[in-house]
């Protein structure tokens, strides 16, 4: 039964919704719901080798779609936690609404690794975006949170119509919705021009240059956990429809491309790079941080092989663990002391040492400092540019590296070197600690012993 | 597992035993550490008996091969999809920067002794570094060794910007930063030498045996030798060092200047000099011109210094100049005296560094016009102060003296592919910086130490302590012993050299 995650996570999520109208003890929806995500991963664990399909071959699963979806469930498992640790504290109604909404986005991202033709894409990724326009609008009382999310609205709804419009084109020009038919068309020209309208439309769920203006204003007003659910999952979701169309449909015509990839790469690169430099919000610098990443992924995708996809995920793997972590200890510093600016961390390694050290390896691990998990990604993708002869890019990539460290340090300087009149004395769950402690754990152990899909 | 992945991992088990350590006892944290790096010295002792039985058995057949013999090998796959290996063995040059690491950071240790503010920390970053610092001077896979590099330069942000004194945290960010920036270089290089070669492996060896395109080899070695020259403050990529070792810590210093530096001519030699030799033929003139200014300018600069961690910065600058010079001589004696003026320089600078921090921590001065004749109240101190200032000027007896009339010798042998004027004028005008050096050495002490001292404000200070004389006597003892007897060290290094100057002779 390989559906078995999926139903897993959407019966988990009507099972919250009932349970919400139902019962007082809002506690049980968080237990609910961080069940139900452990039950769809252990399914999920049992299928991480296996190919197969079912319905006619509508729904697939192979082992590049487990690793995407391993990374979503466990994402979408620490942005609950986190989600969780903030209502302790701060403001934060209708938890039950919350889970449920993450739970169908996770539902639509899950799908769209496993689909092979335009509809169950396209439809998925509306599944998955959907929510998170709501759940990125949470916190009603904030007027600039309204406006990131009508901004995230506007420009979502656009970019799905240029999609949608793309998609339109490649059924009126083929006759068919199967990928694979598609595919058997290529290369004509109205094909490549559609393909380019699709490539615009999920810029914007991949944040590439010029589609990530969302990002900032969105990544900084909405709740963390909602931030740290987009900046991993909902890049992974937009790179997985792109490896589905331009990687598995284009074949071999995908070199044609190829020329756009570099440049994505660099301009996405650079530009995260150098506007984090002067960023003094720290879910903002994130925003920043994050966009510099996608422009590390286009490395990956200059050659379409399975070792490329491969190392597209382990770099999302990576990922995960060091942006996980930092958004946990963003979390906690926004709970505790309800402020997210840089200079708001200072102090924390004397009051908190084991958190100023979490961030600190994550930070590290983000600006590519071996052995950590960082670091063997990118190692992965620069991998990927060498052996397509791009020693150029290798070292545009390097030196963003170096130029990222120096923004990093910064965060690490508040942390370590400034002193700070904060307490940061709060209590943190259980649950919420181990999360964090296996997150930072994962960064360091995960750069040394590589788990590959 | 051999007894160098423990040199390698003692320090690092050391560190998160310091860290276990509860904060407050400062006593039992720098004892932990001390008898960490006790540990190191001892397992290092071993690992040279050991290899000097088993290279002194080889020596007559290592010169005569290309491809250079590694001794106490160990061999792990990590990474299998890029044929990845945990690769760590010896030869000559490796145990002789080994054997260098190992006297500092013991003494780096003793000269720390008064640190209070967060010793924990401290102790355990410095464990860390020196741990990085081991790991790179026994790899021999390349991914490794960048791996070791990057965990050797870390630590030197924190180490600096929060226990350094003056512009810590400008200096800190700008030492970070450009040695980072010299790293990125080498992966490139990494990769182009990775995938060039056929091979697709990472392991030194293999790589060494490959001949690779001129076409390559033109832009490859410039990128590696900038990317070790960066570390080895080659002009004019040295502005980080000045303000780099003048506000770091004593032992960070020490440490910086003495062993991390060194990996700088290491990785010239190891990495770029041994793949890239049609490359090093190239390329000879261009960078040895720059290390020529290396050594004036960072004597020169000397002079006009007024602190006297900055005056020391800048010898070191001018001293690691001398290092990469020989590199760019390519030819046997010039090599060996690279290795000599790592060895040898790395103990003078530790020593330095040392008593500077000693001589600080009592005048709470650095500005040299503001101290005076306080060897009258400070004799050990001085007295080690001048062997040290003397070893960097090259007066023989001690290991300067015989690195320095190496790199000179070789300088003026010339070699078969560098026109022999260009290289002796360049080498007679950086012989001239001895003259140099003299100048700021005695200018600079004679200051410090000698002529009329101001009573109320130094008389009431102490001469060195146990640990203090302690760290001061086995620098100057290896200084000067070095000096005087360098034929263990001059035969250990001359084997490993051999292949790299066969592979040029090709």
Redesign the interface.
Known sequence: MIMAPEIAISGTAFLILLNDVFTKNKMTNYILAILGLAIAFTFACGFSSTQASMFGGRFIIDSAAMGFKFIFITTAFAAIVFANYQSTKTQFKYLGEFYTLLLFSLTGMMFLVSSTDLITLVISLELSTLPLFLLSAWQKHKMESMEAAVKYVLLGAFSSAILLFGVALLYGLTGSMELQTISAELPRMPLYFSLAMIFAGIGFKITTFPFHQWSPDVYENAPTSITSFLSIASKAAGVAFFIKIFFDMMGSFHQDFQTLYLIAAVVTMSFGNLVAIGQKNIKRFMAYSSIAHAGFIFMGLLINSPESKSAIIYFFIAYLVSNLTIFGVISFVETETGKTQIKDYAGLSQKRPLYALAMLIALFSLAGIPPLSGFLGKFYLMNIAAKAGFYWLVGVAAINSTISLYYYLQIIRQMYVVDGEENFSGKTPLLFNLVVIALTLGTVLLGIFPIKF | MGILSWIVLVPFITAIAVILLPNKSEHLIKWVSLIGSGIVVILTTIMTCQFWTLYSADLEAIKSTTSTKLYLVERFT??K??NIDYYVGVDGISVAMIILTAIIIFCGVLASWNVTNRAKEFFALLLILVAGVFGVFVSFDLFVF??FY??AV?PM??LI??WGTGKK?YSA?KL??ML??GS??L??GL??V??ESGLQTFDLIKLGSVDYDSALQVWVFPVFFLGFGVLGALFPFHTWSPDGHASAPTAVSMLHAGVLMKLGGYGAIRVAVYLMPEGAKDWAIFFMVLTTINVIYGALAAIKQKDLKYFTAYSSVSHCGFVLFAVCCLNLLAFKGAVLQMFGHGVMTGLFFALIGMVYGRTKTRTLSEMGGIAKVMPWLATCFYIAGLASLGLPGMTGFVAESHIFLGGFFTNPWIDPTVMRTLTVIATMSIVVTAVYVLRGLGQVFLGQMDVAKYGKLTDATLSEKLATGILVFTIISVGVFPNYLITMIEGPLMPIINKLGH
Do not use: N
């Open positions: 990590w990474l999809d890029f960048f791996v990057e965990i870390l942000y924190l910007a929060v945290e960010m970070t930063i980072m920036a990125a270089l992966l490139i990769f182009a990775y995938f």
